[in-house]
């Protein structure tokens, strides 16, 4: 034991006489003479709580704390800001300890032996723990502490150079926290206001509930917790209400916070949604519920699914709902886009034709379409594939029904065409690239999701907590909302499909079982003839034709003979898109005369 002490000693010796050496030019400075006399100047200044050069670097008093820097910089460490009565009681305290020490240890050594060595173990113990304590949360203190202070420091007025957790204490999970206001803080509802929207968009919480009452009193203090967490499971019955009081184009996604209804408008706020989380954590839940709705407010829904089967509910072996398309195969998919895409455009082209000056449209483009897109990584992947297996030399080389549905995303929201994509990770390729995800302004954020998701989907707001829970996620629009998802069996979803206006299938779609009602003739009563009618001509493209055969080439073949014969060739009779449509009868004929001449 006095071994070890003599080497502590010895140490601290060697690092007293290091110091003065390094001091040795600075205090002929101060003391104007020997050395000895320039150390104990130092050395009081540096007792009483001052710096030992006798300068001022902060404006601290006696008793109260500095909040300004001289320095150049205009930064000091914060324990310079102390007041100089207490910097100074520790300096004195700590000499006094250390020298009572050596004397008590000249005296009578063995006790004070045994004294310091216990002392020595608690302080090393004392030490390791906080230093412990410091290097867990350091990620805690850098990504919300320290940015919390930065924006509040100034209204407190402290200093930018204080630590930031001697004032701020936030729990790790940022459910509750505490800041320790300055003496004779205002009470100005501006400054509240202020201190308040900071500390929610800091930490990015969800309508903390803030306790001003700690202001009174010597010690103020600010307080803030967590509003109520969303319920643990939310049924239809919980949400009914809401849902059948929504006007058409809004969809209930769940409650939030303190049981709130949490909702979207798809007709205003955010025409196409996107709904991102890992496999099994509630998107076809969420997707089912807010399909059921829609279709409740007498929409029609198209259901894209690799999978097959996420919404046996919709269409199964006991019945198909009238009011949705559900496509499955590759095929199914890539006709059921390209339609989608031709009815955007005649609905465009209704929207045009009863457009006013005045910016309002005096047309029917027809009902609400909710195009959804289950698996959306598997999709875009499965759409190329199709494409690449279907494609014929001097097709382009992008699959035209993943252009269809980039188109959708872009243009489709003026005339009621509205796209809900589900994807396990919405990489800006499986959306259709950036700019096709900037469409999402609706995002719901499901299950877990890592900070790397969330900066890729919503990085504009910080990563709010999260509770891992079946079904709860957030919705981001221009504000970030936690909510307990609605829970709706296959059987409710089916019901409410039903119980409000339903809708029949938009004229021409494929893959619906039912069509619109056709003028129907009641049994005993005579067709009613309205002088001859002439039966339509009809236009096809030249792919068309090759298919149904009026002409008896490959549709390369075709495509060359329409480039060399372009003289002889029938004018295109109309356009679907980019694409060329001629009449079908002059295609035959054409075909007829040029088979002749071979
Ligand atoms: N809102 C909710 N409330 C309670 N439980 C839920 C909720 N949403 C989902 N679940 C539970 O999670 C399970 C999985 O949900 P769902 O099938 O929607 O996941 P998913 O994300 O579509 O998965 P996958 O990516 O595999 O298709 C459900 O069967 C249900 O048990
Ligand atoms: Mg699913």
Redesign the pocket.
């Known amino acids: 034991m006095r071994g070890f002490l003599l080497i502590l000693a010895a140490i601290a010796a060697l690092w007293l006489f290091a110091w003065a050496f390094i001091w040795h030019g600075r205090m002929y400075k101060v003391g104007r003479g020997s050395v000895l006399r320039g150390s104990i100047v130092a050395y009081f200044r540096w007792l009483s709580g001052g710096m030992w050069h006798g300068g001022q670097i902060s404006n601290r008093g006696w008793f109260s704390r500095g909040d300004k820097a001289f320095t150049r910089s205009g930064k000091i460490p914060g324990r310079h800001h102390r007041p100089r009565a207490a910097v100074c009681a520790y300096r004195v305290g700590g000499n006094l300890a250390a020298v009572s020490a050596l004397y008590w240890y000249a005296v009578a050594p063995a006790a004070a032996e045994a004294v310091i060595a216990a002392a020595l173990v608690l302080l090393v113990t004392f030490g390791a723990w906080r230093s412990w304590r410091r290097v867990r949360s350091f990620r805690h203190r850098r990504t919300w502490v320290a940015p919390l202070h930065a924006s509040i420091h100034y209204q407190l007025g402290r200093s930018a150079t204080d630590r930031p957790d001697s004032y701020i204490r936030v729990l790790e999970d940022r459910s509750a926290g505490e800041i320790d206001l300055p003496f004779g803080v205002t009470a100005a509802p501006s400054f509240r206001r202020q201190i308040e929207t900071d500390v929610t968009a800091r930490l990015g919480l969800e309508a903390p509930v803030f306790d001003w009452r700690g202001v009174a009193g010597p010690k103020p203090q600010l307080k803030w917790a967590e509003s109520p967490p969303a319920p643990d ?2 049924t239809l019955e919980m949400v009914r209400e809401l849902i059948e009081g929504a006007p058409e184009g809004v969809l209930v996604l ?1 409650r939030g916070k303190g049981s709130e209804g949490v909702q979207v408008s798809i007709a205003r706020e955010s025409p196409h949604l996107l709904i991102n ?10 997707v089912r519920s807010i399909t059921a709705q829609f279709l409740f407010h007498g929409g029609f829904a198209v259901l894209m699914d690799h ?1 097959e089967l ?1 919404h046996t509910w919709a269409d199964s072996r006991d019945g198909t709902l009238p009011n949705i398309a559900y496509c499955r195969s590759d095929a199914e998919i890539h006709h059921m886009l390209l339609w989608l895409q031709k009815e955007m455009r005649r609905r465009n082209a209704v929207a045009r034709a009863g457009a006013r000056r005045d910016g309002r449209i005096d047309a029917n483009v027809g009902v609400r379409l909710l195009v959804v897109c289950e ?1 959306l990584n598997v999709m875009a992947a499965r759409l190329a594939a199709y494409w690449r297996e279907i494609r014929v030399p001097g097709d382009p080389l992008r699959s035209p029904a993943v252009i269809a549905l980039n188109e959708l995303l872009f243009m489709g929201r003026q005339v009621k065409m509205h796209i809900v994509q ?1 994807a ?1 990770r919405a990489e800006a390729n499986a959306v259709g690239g950036g700019a096709a995800r900037e469409n999402m302004v609706g995002r719901v954020m ?2 877990k999701c890592t900070p790397k998701t969330w900066k890729m989907l919503a990085s504009e707001f910080e990563m709010p907590p999260m509770r891992v829970k ?2 709860r996620g957030f919705l981001v629009t221009d504000s970030v909302h936690e909510v ?4 709706m069996t296959e059987q409710e979803a089916w019901d409410l499909a039903l119980a409000g206006e339903v809708t029949s299938p938009p004229l021409g779609m494929p893959y619906v079982l039912q069509q619109p009602d056709a003028p129907a003739i009641s049994p005993g009563e005579d067709p009613v003839t309205v002088g001859p009618v002439t039966p339509p001509r009809p236009m096809l493209s030249l792919r068309e034709a090759v298919d149904q055969g009026v002409i008896s080439k490959s549709l390369p073949a075709a495509r060359m003979w329409r480039n060399r014969y372009r003289q002889r060739f029938p004018a295109p009779a109309g356009w679907d898109g980019p694409t060329e449509l001629y009449w079908r009868d002059e295609l035959a004929a054409l075909d007829a005369e040029l088979a002749g001449a071979r």
């Open positions: 499971l939310v769940g989380g890992p496999t099994n954590s509630g998107k076809s839940v969420v999978k996420s698996e589900a396990q499901i299950g079946q079904g307990q998802t609605t829970w």
